[in-house]
């Protein structure tokens, strides 16, 4: 039996038997030198040390190091401290960044909008409403998180109902995986957005937003103006009345958590609701006046037409149209030559036009008296290098006929025989010098001449209505302000309450004298015959002037007729104008006066204004 070294020890006796079997088994495995683990000799146990001493001293406690302690403690504080401080910090001395910080995470402000205000016609008619829709748009971010493009098919049938390409959809969507919001298509149809809801696409929603809608079309588009897609005016009323029909949007602050999910109301700002605003127009007159120029800008061939109405009692627009006009209900209609307001910022010269407020300034000025007799000569007269004509000679002459068959010789005289600050006066406080104070954004004032040194044949021109533009509106102001005996009313296109209280420019006695010489130019032998209204005496004044162009006046013509009536008492003060009409007829008492007629006589009839056409007194009007 082998002794193996790792089993225990034998006893005494075994001992001393144990080298020599030890050597007898090495020798075993050895024929030659004997190996080191053969040579070995197992030493014997101290016999004088006790057994206990090596195991007592591997139970011997470890000793205290009080450095490490202390070490130990003075970190641990160290760090509570400087965590307490940390948080005394952040709650006490500055906690508002992480309010902040907290806020933007979970505080929504929702915007609670006011729908916008009406427009109206003075009679309460809508010309603007604005009708509930809804937009589609889409969260990209939703749409990847849960997979909503793995199935196009939906999509593809998104897309058709929009009128949009299949792939610029999906697209669109795509290259934009962490955006949360992005519009798709805006104001759509209530069927349109059943048909979306139905779908039910991951991640595309319907947003509750308004559109604008205009009852009656091309008729008043260019006076009521549009909105753009997000309901901010761009035109007329809109733009010129925007802060007034928008009103204030309210606010309500919430606190959403991470779902999204409204989890408390924090506070809510009430919102200011819009205003309507009621126009002076009457939108009878108003279709009637857009039918009738529409009608003789066809069959002219013109570039265009305008038409203005004024009360002259109180100033107010009553009618306001431009042909061509467009369709502000249609987005592809919105053309800038059609939507531009031609009545209130196109000037022309007005041509014959201003040739009764010459008569009244020379009337003003003691220059000349209702009596007065001018010689026309054979119609033509030289002024220097220059020649004024007449289209038809009428020799010695009363201011009445100078008007009544439009003698450009006897305005010139009456001109030059007053200073020309006297003419430019009375133009000026007529109001063909300044803004008409419509309070549309898109007025004009246009040109008006002021010249330290004036040559005679300038100021002979000045008379007959070259050398100045204007527009219709300011044209129609000035003879309302005739028509109202020569008190100067405001222009307001906003309907007016109580009494308007104007300002008196000149004698009610020569404005009411210009008047009645006015009337005999619709009569028989007058060159506005056509601008006559059965039934009522009608005071008008054709023009047509050529359109200047860089150096000199081109082949184009304007053609004006520009009038009040009744005259008895007058009520209403109107101002065709048709701009390059073609053919041969081209001239206001043949284009623009059969529409004067048509216009006043309607007008007249609507507003209840009674016939006076075999009386000469004053009458009671019944006001609109």
């Not at 004088?48 to 139970?59: D, G, L, M, N, W």
């Not at 008619?125 to 939703?142: F, G, H, K, R």
């Not at 005996?485 to 009494?499: A, F, R, V």
């Amino acid at each position: 039996m082998i002794n193996w070294p790792w089993r225990k020890a034998p006893d005494n006796k075994d001992k001393k038997r144990k080298p020599n079997t030890r050597r007898v088994n090495a020798a075993r495995h050895s024929s030659k030198t004997p190996t080191k683990a053969a040579n070995k000799v197992v030493a014997k146990p101290n016999s004088k040390t006790p057994a206990t001493a090596t195991s007592s001293r591997r139970q011997e406690p470890a000793a205290f190091v009080q450095w490490r302690y202390w070490l130990m403690c003075a970190g641990l504080i160290g760090v509570f401290a400087l965590l307490i401080g940390r948080a005394a910090f952040i709650q006490v001395i500055e906690p508002d960044r992480l309010v902040y910080e907290g806020d933007l995470r979970s505080l929504r402000v929702k915007t609670m909008p006011s729908a916008r205000g009406m427009i109206t016609d003075r009679n309460g008619e809508p010309l603007a409403v604005s009708v509930p829709v809804q937009a589609i748009w889409a969260d990209p971010y939703t749409v990847h998180k849960e997979h909503g493009l793995d199935d196009l098919t939906p999509w593809y049938a998104l897309a058709d109902v929009l009128g949009m390409d299949r792939k610029q959809l999906i697209d669109r969507v795509q290259s934009h995986p962490k955006r949360r919001f992005i519009y798709l298509q805006r104001q759509v149809s209530p069927a349109m957005a059943a048909y979306v809801k139905k779908l039910d696409i991951p991640g595309v929603s319907l947003k509750d937003e308004s559109r604008r809608f205009y009852p009656t079309g091309e008729v008043s588009a260019h006076l009521v103006g549009v909105t753009g897609i997000d309901g901010k005016g761009l035109e007329g009323v809109e733009l010129s009345f925007n802060q007034a029909l928008t009103g204030e949007a309210g606010k309500l602050t919430v606190r959403k958590d991470r779902h999204g999910r409204v989890v408390e109301n924090i506070a809510t700002e009430d919102r200011e609701l819009a205003q309507e605003v009621h126009l002076s127009i009457d939108q009878r007159i108003q279709a009637l006046a857009y039918r009738a120029l529409k009608q003789a800008v066809a069959d002219t061939r013109a570039t265009a037409g305008s038409l203005v109405m004024i009360d002259v009692l109180t100033g107010e627009v009553i009618a306001l149209v431009n042909a061509p006009s467009y369709n502000p209900n249609n987005r592809n209609d919105r053309q800038s030559f059609r939507m531009r307001n031609r009545a209130i910022t196109d000037a022309m010269e007005p041509g014959s036009t201003v040739k009764p407020f010459v008569v009244l300034a020379a009337l003003e000025n003691g220059v000349a008296t209702k009596d007065t007799m001018i010689d026309t000569g054979n119609g033509i007269m030289q002024i220097g290098g220059s020649r004024v004509r007449d289209v038809s000679r009428v020799g010695y002459a009363s201011l009445t006929k100078i008007l009544q068959k439009s003698s450009n010789i006897g305005v010139s005289k009456l001109s030059l025989a007053m200073p020309v600050q006297a003419l430019l006066g009375m133009y000026s406080s007529v109001g063909l010098s300044d803004h008409p104070g419509t309070g549309l954004k898109s007025e004009q004032a246009g040109f008006f001449p002021y010249r330290t040194r004036w040559s005679d044949f300038e100021r002979a021109t000045l008379s007959f209505g070259y050398g100045l533009s204007v527009t219709a509106m300011q044209l129609a102001k000035a003879y309302a302000t005739l028509g109202a005996y020569g008190e100067s009313h405001d222009i307001s296109i906003l309907k007016l309450k109580g009494d308007v209280q104007g300002t008196q420019i000149a004698s009610r006695q020569h404005a009411k004298e210009v008047l009645a010489m006015l009337e005999t130019v619709t009569q028989e032998g007058g060159s506005a015959r056509a601008a006559a209204v059965d039934g009522y005496r009608v005071g008008a004044k054709t023009g047509t002037s050529r359109k200047a162009r860089s150096g000199g006046y081109s082949d184009q013509y304007v053609a004006l007729t520009a009038g009040v009536a009744p005259i008895s008492h007058p009520r209403l003060a109107l101002v065709v104008v048709i701009d390059e009409p073609q053919g041969d007829r081209y001239y206001g008492g043949q284009v623009a006066a059969p529409v004067f007629s048509e216009v006043m006589g309607s007008a007249l009839q609507l507003l209840n204004v009674a016939p006076d056409a075999a009386t000469s007194g004053q009458m009671n009007i019944v006001k609109q």
